[in-house]
């Protein structure tokens, strides 16, 4: 069992920036494909970043290439995503994800297998 906890979310103004983190549980973090995701209400849960599990490869979603990144220490159990030049549509919970079979990560959310509780981010304009 992997338990993950997300931190880092608030408000910011747009053009800003956060990061958020997300610990996990467990000695086999290093074999995880790690994602994170996000959920604005009334909306479905939509693909944001995800990294291999050496960190060696990261994918993006076209919304926020070149605006977020997404690491990883697997020392610390960790996965972070900084966020840059926020936007107002950037507004939702977030949520990072571990998947046990992906270990070079997914944008499907199908494909994750544990997640965290979520952290809020709201962009104010």
């Known amino acids: 069992q992997v338990q993950l906890v997300e931190s880092g979310g608030g408000l910011v103004q747009a053009g800003g920036s956060l990061r958020l983190s997300c610990a996990a549980s467990?000695?086999?973090?290093?074999?995880?494909?790690m994602g994170w995701f996000r959920q604005a209400p009334g909306k479905e849960r939509e693909f944001v970043a995800a990294?291999?599990?050496?960190?060696?490869?990261?994918y993006y979603a076209d919304s926020v290439k070149g605006r977020f990144t997404i690491s990883r220490d697997n020392a610390k159990n960790t996965v972070y995503l900084q966020m840059n030049s926020l936007k107002p549509e950037d507004t939702a919970v977030y949520y990072c994800?571990?998947?046990?079979?992906?270990?070079?990560?997914?944008?499907?959310?199908?494909?994750?297998?544990?997640w965290g509780q979520g952290t809020q981010v709201t962009v104010s304009s």
């Open positions: 994800a571990a998947s046990v079979r992906e270990t070079y990560g997914s944008s499907w959310l199908g494909e994750y297998d544990y």
């Open positions: 467990g000695r086999t973090f290093s074999s995880y494909g």
């Open positions: 990294i291999s599990w050496s960190g060696g490869s990261t």
